[in-house]
């Protein structure tokens, strides 16, 4: 793992622990390097409220919704968030539930350059596309997608 992961995978802890203590108390984590980015999964000690903490997140450290989708009446939901990019402070958070809203666990991927970053989320704004469901709140337009890169 480089130096820049850790550092965005550190930042992102110390700020989730501070100002998200009510969710981050207790955690979990497994770590892949994958090619272009860095995975943390962190498996919660409760179920959460996937809503809940994805307005949290918004909230407390600027995350931007790239899609929510619900579908199955609200059983299944799928959330990716992503942070504006700055140095050690590129990433993206991915949540999704089976359970009207619960999640056990949320997989965070952080990026070591601009490209890589906009390259993945923008696949991740394609795919959405294709989700069967809902679209609860997103990013409209490539355009809208890319004023956050620049």
Request: glycine share 4%.
């Amino acid at each position: 793992m480089n130096e820049i992961f850790t550092n965005s995978a550190d930042l992102f802890k110390e700020n989730a622990t501070r100002f998200m203590s009510s969710f981050f108390s207790e955690y979990k984590e497994r770590s892949y390097d994958r090619t272009d980015y860095y995975e943390v999964i962190f498996t919660l000690s409760k179920q959460q409220n996937l809503s809940k903490m994805a307005l949290k997140f918004i909230e407390n450290m600027h995350l931007r919704t790239l899609y929510a989708v619900k579908s199955g009446d609200g059983k299944f939901i799928q959330t990716v968030l992503y942070s504006i990019p700055y140095e050690n402070e590129m990433y993206s958070i991915y949540m999704s539930s089976n359970q009207y809203g619960l999640i056990d666990e949320l997989r965070v991927h952080f990026y070591d350059s601009l490209d890589n970053m906009y390259r993945i989320i923008q696949r991740a704004w394609v795919v959405s596309f294709s989700l069967s469901g809902i679209l609860i709140e997103g990013v409209e337009s490539e355009a809208e997608l890319i004023k956050s890169f620049v």
